[in-house]
């Protein structure tokens, strides 16, 4: 028998390998968590095309036209209680929220990052993950707060840095294991397994 399962949004702005990964994920029957809905704020984001062959319903929200932040989350938030959706991942959304919008998903609203937070929050990871000589990085599914890249977390898992690495290749093998993290994660969520609770994350 079908059972019930939560239903999420995906955030994204780009190619979309982790929404992709998500889908996947939920396309097992007895995964707890489906996609009811997919918004981009770039219109030609390649992962909108995985959501369609999938589909799930796409919404196209540009950030320009909006005057501020919490008009842009505003809209965002309008079309998430539409889609009457319980949880929201980001995968690859490069906006940053409102403190409004991040209170009101709170516990709810997940990222994706590819690094061992909170070592190397922002942008340009690996880069940065090269520079200093690390000799593991990884990837991390945390839960959203208003600080940037440093919610509490929710799974991590490591893979090594290789001397002969480049930006792209460690890249690539992070971004391996995020396929699998997220989907675990986003189970451990939707199960009621891990919960944020002042400030923490709390696992069952
Ligand atoms: C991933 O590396 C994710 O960790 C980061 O942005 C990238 C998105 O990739 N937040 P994709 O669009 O899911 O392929």
Redesign the pocket.
């Known amino acids: 028998m079908a059972c019930k399962r939560v239903r999420t949004a995906v955030l994204?702005?780009?190619?979309?390998?982790?929404?992709k990964s998500l889908i996947d994920a939920c396309a097992v029957p007895d995964f707890p968590a489906e996609i009811a809905l997919v918004i981009s704020n770039v219109e030609g984001a390649g992962?909108l095309q995985f959501a369609r062959d999938a589909n799930i319903a796409t919404k196209i929200i540009p950030h320009r036209p909006f005057p501020s932040r919490e008009a842009f989350d505003a809209e965002i938030d309008g079309a998430l209680h539409a889609a009457n959706v319980t949880l929201v991942c980001?995968?690859?959304f490069m906006r940053i929220h409102s403190e409004w919008f991040v209170k009101r998903w709170e516990g709810r609203i997940l990222?994706?990052?590819?690094s061992l937070l909170p070592k190397f929050p922002g942008v340009h990871v690996h880069e940065q993950v090269l520079a200093a000589r690390e000799t593991e990085s990884g990837?991390t599914v945390h839960f959203l707060i208003t600080e940037l890249d440093a919610g509490p977390i929710i799974a991590q898992r490591a893979v090594p840095v290789m001397a002969s690495d480049t930006a792209e290749t460690l890249?690539a093998r992070?971004?391996d294991i995020?396929h699998m993290l997220y989907p675990e994660a986003l189970r451990m969520v939707a199960e009621g397994n891990v919960t944020l609770q002042n400030g923490k994350a709390v696992f069952a």
Request: cysteine-free; aromatic content about 0%; hydrophobic content about 40%.
């Open positions: 994204i702005s780009g190619r979309g390998t982790n929404l992962g980001e995968a690859g990222n994706i990052h590819p990837a890249a992070v971004l995020e």
